[in-house]
């Protein structure tokens, strides 16, 4: 088996409830060595409960999870030191000074960053001698980067880790996952509402719904599952029309044989990830989900294709 057939997490039927609320009813699936995967979904799909599951932080109800070889619930220290995270809510480290911070975390590691590498790494050098009190939010998140990262892992949970930062902090830190994944060859699950992120990031989506993966596979193979769904914007004669339509070319032609030179301005857009997300959620809400509301009416303002 090479490294990148290895199976880094694996998951068979795994159920979590809240008292009497059942938020993951059979969440099945695998991550390979070296993958990025994003796991999306609406607030309270269940994201956050299944990392802090792969974390070892939260016991699961049923099911069966093994993470680097091991069941998170009874994981030990050196399994710890193989897993990064980054969570959702800050730990409070006010006290202490960013640069100190991160080379004392390095000493529970056996082959850490270079403390001033690591900082360097997240953006923090002009704030390396700064209290971490002292730190903005996005600031802050930088450093929850740089502790989920400080022993090397093999595998990284990111749970909605550009939340807070700014455009450039965002770039730097999508830099940053690709140097993780292609020079380090760290596995990486992250969970993120930003579509364009998860695009840009992930070699694969998974999609949690109704305590189920509702959709599995790179953006690509997600927008396959869906059809009709290009929109083809154009106007003629001074007025414009607007039309969704599942051959945005044959739309073309028909309007340049029938309008011929008068057709100007013709857009055609590809159905995004997120039309995609939409779609699949809004066709699972239809399907029993109660989460999200019905899918928005259909623009009916273009023209007839003939
Ligand atoms: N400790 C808890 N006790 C009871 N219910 C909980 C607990 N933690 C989470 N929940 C509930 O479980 C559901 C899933 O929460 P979770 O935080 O896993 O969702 P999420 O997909 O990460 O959401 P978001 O996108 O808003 O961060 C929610 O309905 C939440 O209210």
């Not at 006010?94 to 080379?103: F, T």
């Not at 997300?277 to 999200?292: H, K, P």
């Amino acid at each position: 088996m090479t490294t990148a057939e290895r199976v880094v997490i694996d998951v068979d039927g795994l159920r979590m409830t809240y008292g009497t609320a059942e938020v993951l009813k059979d969440v099945t699936f695998r991550v390979r060595h070296g993958e990025v995967v994003c796991l999306l979904g609406p607030n309270g799909a269940g994201k956050t409960t299944t990392l802090e599951i792969l974390e070892g932080f939260r016991t699961r109800s049923a099911g069966r999870v093994e993470v680097l070889g091991t069941d998170p619930a009874h994981a030990d220290e050196p399994w710890r030191a193989r897993v990064g995270v980054v969570l959702q809510s800050w730990r409070d480290h006010g006290r202490w000074r960013v640069r100190e911070l991160l080379a004392h975390l390095a000493l529970y590691y056996p082959r850490p960053w270079d403390t001033d590498e690591l900082v360097a790494a997240v953006g923090l050098t002009a704030q390396a001698d700064k209290k971490v009190r002292m730190l903005s939010g996005g600031q802050r998140r930088r450093l929850d980067v740089a502790v989920g990262i400080v022993g090397h892992p093999e595998l990284l949970f990111l749970d909605e880790p550009t939340a807070g930062l700014d455009p450039v902090a965002r770039r730097e830190f999508h830099d940053l996952v690709a140097r993780l994944a292609d020079e380090q060859d760290t596995t990486i699950v992250l969970t993120t509402h930003d579509l364009h992120e998860a695009q840009k990031l992930a070699n694969r989506i998974m999609i949690l719904k109704g305590g189920r993966i509702i959709a599995d596979g790179t953006a690509q193979e997600l927008a396959e599952r869906i059809v009709g769904e290009d929109e083809v914007r154009w106007s003629r004669d001074g007025l414009q029309y607007h039309r969704t339509t599942s051959d945005s070319t044959k739309l073309a032609f028909d309007l340049f044989r029938q309008y011929g030179e008068s057709v100007t301005d013709l857009e055609i857009r590809k159905a995004t990830l997120e039309d995609t997300y939409l779609s699949l959620v809004r066709q699972q809400a239809d399907a029993g989900g109660a989460e999200t509301g019905a899918a928005a009416p259909a623009d009916e303002t273009g023209e007839p294709a003939r």
